[in-house]
Nanobody, 121 residues
Framework: QVQLVESGGGLVQAGGSLRLSCAAS????????MGWFRQAPGKEREFVAA????????YYADSVKGRFTISRDNAKNTVYLQMNSLKPEDTAVYYC??????????????WGQGTQVTVSS
């Protein structure tokens, strides 16, 4: 398994931007597909975005498409989530995950501890 640590969360006004980072330990980062999920209070964890091993393909939830961008730097063992045009409904704890395939991302064995994103109206 790979160890994951998220950072970059915080408080931002609606319309603002944040960039989340997820740093992975180990030398096998490039062998994992990576994803971002979020969980708001009282709600289930939901998929936000995912990226393939090489970064060649990306996938997004409809709710963030056009506003969020997932990317990765395999040389730095890091995956990013650039969040623009933030809305109050984006408020949640954001988690990154590592999985052997996109198909198993939701049940990934490796998760970070989460970083809080709060968007004020």
């Amino acid at each position: 398994q790979v160890q994951l640590v998220e950072s970059g969360g915080g408080l931002v006004q609606a319309g603002g931007s944040l960039r989340l980072s997820c740093a992975a330990s180990g030398r096998t980062f490039s062998s994992y597909c990576m994803g971002w999920f979020r969980q708001a209070p009282g709600k289930e964890r939901e998929f936000v975005a995912a990226i393939t091993r090489s970064g060649g393909s990306t996938y997004y939830a409809d709710s963030v498409k056009g506003r969020f961008t997932i990317s990765r730097d395999n040389a730095k063992n890091t995956v990013y989530l650039q969040m623009n045009s933030l809305k109050p409904e984006d408020t949640a704890v954001y988690y990154c995950a590592a999985s052997a395939s996109l198909a198993t991302m939701r049940v990934a064995k490796s998760w970070g501890q989460g970083t809080q994103v709060t968007v004020s109206s």
